[in-house]
């Protein structure tokens, strides 16, 4: 199975095609998971499931993530 997180539905499409797979989404925007996961052997799997997120709501998932300094690193002062 193809990485395809962060790539644009239409992209992950191309990509799955080869692998005659029944495609199911969840979401709109681009890749943020996947089943089977990436690396997987597809042989006897006949389902991809990808959930898509709006760039707009991934960036603000990652503001609140980063906790109050909005940067993601340990405000550790000495």
């Given amino acids: 199975m193809p990485d395809l997180e962060g ?18 989404l969840r979401g709109t925007g681009r890749v943020v998971s996947q089943k089977p996961l990436p690396g997987a052997l597809l042989q006897g799997i006949s389902e991809c499931i990808l959930t898509l997120e709006k760039v707009e709501d991934m960036k603000f998932e990652k503001m609140i993530d980063a906790g ?6 340990s405000a550790e002062k000495n």
């Fill in 7 to 24: 790539l644009s539905l239409r992209k992950s499409l191309q990509l799955l095609q080869e692998h005659n797979l029944k495609i199911r």
């Fill in 68 to 73: 109050p300094d909005n940067n993601g690193l």
